[in-house]
């Protein structure tokens, strides 16, 4: 089985705090996912990584920043820390295709972040 | 832009079928998933559609119309357990996923 692992299920940071998320997976996965989720809308994606050392931003990337130096590894942080980012976040990972060949995500089970 | 629409809340009884439905509108389409999602814990995978039709798998069963920019999920038999969000997804032409809010599925003995 896919398993994509989270550093912490619940995290209480303060105002102006840098934040780090942990996602690791280990399925060899060339493709990884940040994602934030809040209620009444869609996953919303960060960031995401299809290589060591390769990111790309996606639909809200401002406040974020991403480190993959291992495949198997992807952070997520957050340089300071704002009310506004109290969300779960979703890491998520899946293997490189194109086109409409068949590769679904496999998520990690999310970190609650409260920011005080 | 880019949009997902489903109900945000459904509620059906124990045993029963339900059918949550998806429009979307993309740049580009290449396939829409199917999620399911319990409370407080990770999006599972349900189903994939890239052709139109109908693709079932147990109690679960999944239609697409690329025409209409439409999907749904059927449920059939529904048990206690099926309770969950479900959320669709759609893959654009950048082959990244666009996703709907989701919709509470709440079963009712």
């Known amino acids: 089985d896919v398993k994509v692992t989270q550093s912490s299920r619940y995290l209480v940071k303060r105002t102006g705090e840098k934040v780090f998320l942990e996602c690791v997976q280990d399925m060899d996965h060339e493709n990884m996912f940040w994602y934030r989720q809040d209620p009444g809308l869609g996953l919303r994606l960060i960031y995401f990584s299809y290589d060591v050392k390769m990111k790309e931003k996606g639909d809200i990337p401002e406040g974020y920043s991403v480190s993959r130096e291992k495949k198997e590894r992807f952070s997520l942080i957050l340089e300071s820390a704002s009310t506004n980012q109290t969300s779960m976040y979703l890491c998520?990972?899946?293997?490189?295709?194109?086109?409409?060949?068949?590769?679904?995500?496999?998520f990690g089970p999310g970190t609650r972040l409260t920011v005080l | 832009g880019q949009n997902i629409d489903q109900p945000t809340e459904m509620t059906a009884t124990e045993g029963a079928i339900v059918q949550i439905n998806c429009t979307y509108q993309?740049?580009?389409?290449?396939?829409l998933f199917w999620y399911q999602q319990h409370a407080g814990e990770a999006p599972t995978f349900l189903s994939y559609n890239v052709l139109d039709g109908l693709e079932e798998k147990g109690r679960f069963s999944s239609f697409l119309s690329r025409s209409k920019g439409y999907s749904y999920l059927l449920l059939k038999e529904l048990q206690m357990k099926d309770s969950a969000s479900y959320l669709c997804?759609?893959?654009?032409?950048?082959?990244?996923?666009?996703w709907g809010a989701g919709t509470k599925l709440i079963i009712k003995p």
């Open positions: 998520a990972s899946g293997i490189l295709t194109s086109g409409s060949s068949y590769n679904e995500q496999f």
């Open positions: 993309t740049s580009g389409f290449n396939g």
């Open positions: 997804a759609v893959k654009d032409s950048n082959y990244q996923l666009i």
